[in-house]
């Protein structure tokens, strides 16, 4: 159980051109995902908390409108990388908070794959 | 400022031995730990988890002690294998939101 899925995952693209990724809890629902950015050897950043139905809450530094987030269902959220550069190459990797109870904070998050985004 | 910190970037262990991977953290408003394994160009796979309640998780092979006086938490695996060779972070969360260490290179020899 707590499979996270992403799509694509490895995508190369000119420099101006957009990149959807998705990321799918496949089997638990999950209200909240998130969104990490890995640069070589180092750490995991967090980039955005995304929840159903609503805005994407995105971390300080992080322009909402390079990196657009949705979260229509309980399984899907998608990050779009808009006007791509070659300093936005990364690897992009999604989280999904398997949460027991609404009210409860101890929960975990289980991680897509990743997407390796090269920008030329 | 780094919250999370593993100041061992890499760690070499014998197979069949232990190996102890260390995690300090700053912020005594951190409730929830976790330990991930991550293989490259892939997703951490979680492995263990403690709440700020206790001082000992155990699942198998692998111990997570939190000393919360200290703002530190260790993982113990016993005995390692090659297997086990990977990048390990922990993370530490306050309502959800996880705070990653640099993580720290683990490598068994066989």
């Known amino acids: 159980g707590a499979v996270v899925s992403q799509h694509p995952s490895r995508v190369i693209c000119k420099s101006g051109t957009s990149v959807k990724i998705e990321c799918r809890s496949l089997d638990f629902q999950a209200t909240t995902m998130f969104w990490y950015r890995q640069f070589p050897k180092q750490s995991l950043m967090l980039m955005a908390t995304?929840?159903?139905?609503?805005?994407?809450?995105?971390e300080q530094g992080v322009e909402k409108d390079k990196f657009l987030i949705n979260h229509a269902s309980l399984t899907l959220s998608t990050l779009t990388v808009t006007s791509a550069h070659p300093e936005d190459s990364s690897f992009y990797i999604c989280?999904?908070?398997?949460?027991?109870?609404?009210?409860?904070?101890?929960?975990?998050?289980?991680f897509g794959p990743g997407t390796r985004l090269t920008v030329l | 400022d780094q919250q999370v910190k593993q100041n061992s970037p890499s760690l070499s262990v014998q197979e069949g031995r232990i190996s102890i991977l260390n995690c300090d953290y700053t912020n005594s408003m951190f409730d929830y730990f976790l330990w991930y394994k991550k293989y490259p160009a892939e997703g951490p796979t979680f492995l263990i988890s403690i709440s700020s309640i206790k001082d000992k998780n155990e699942d198998g092979r692998f111990t997570v002690f939190l000393n919360k006086s200290a703002k530190h938490l260790s993982l113990h695996i016993v005995p390692s294998q090659p297997g086990d060779s990977a990048v390990y972070f922990c993370?530490?969360?306050?309502?959800?939101?996880?705070?990653f260490g640099t993580g720290t290179r683990l490598k068994v020899l066989a």
């Open positions: 989280s999904a908070r398997d949460q027991k109870n609404v009210w409860d904070t101890a929960d975990t998050q289980y």
């Open positions: 993370a530490a969360s306050r309502t959800y939101k996880y705070i």
């Open positions: 995304s929840n159903e139905g609503s805005k994407a809450t995105y």
